[in-house]
């Protein structure tokens, strides 16, 4: 169930991520005010015709997902600001060893912060949700996600997996080097 809740949040952290980053550019990832409220009324419709949920079920699990939608961009700035940070150093050719150290634990700091809000956000959902209804949830969220997907043209974090994409052909950056399925680095 933890691994069903986990993929159910990052398929949505994802159709807002992608949805937004087709906006014009406003705030930390390019969304406006209007695409963030379509984004919305579409979530709400799909969580009461596709999900199923009551009204008074379904503004809960808005209100919950809005709230922790709000601390994660927070910590999206922190990172996005560190890598940046790490990105001039490199460019510079900096041996400032304690500015990269530093960098890296605000990094590690805000991976950390992410997996407690993640953990948190579950615990909310699942109080409040039957097992079936977190099911369904994470079956909407999929296909959204894969219509999603065929708008970016297959193309997610490490480009399309046809293998077509511009990416580097060495397997540095091809996606997990851990095996879990999951980028355990710091996605630079």
Known sequence: MKRTMTMFLTLSLSLLVAGAAQAEPWGPRGQTPERMERFKAKRGELLRQKVGLAEAQAVKVEAIMDRYQVERMELRVQARDAKQT???LLADDSNDQ??????LDVLQ??????????DA????????????ESTKLLVMMEQVHKRMRGMRGGKGRFGPRD???DGPRDGSG???RDG???DPGFGF
Do not use: D
């Not at 956000?121 to 079936?132: G, S």
């Open 174 to 176: 091809s996606g997990p």
């Open 121 to 132: 956000e579950i615990a909310e959902l699942r109080a409040i949700l039957t097992p079936k």
């Open 109 to 118: 700091a805000v991976r950390k912060s992410m997996h407690e809000l993640h």
């Open 180 to 182: 879990s399925g999951r």
């Open 86 to 88: 790490i990105k001039t």
């Open 163 to 165: 293998g077509s994409g």
């Open 98 to 103: 304690r500015a990269y150290q530093n960098e």
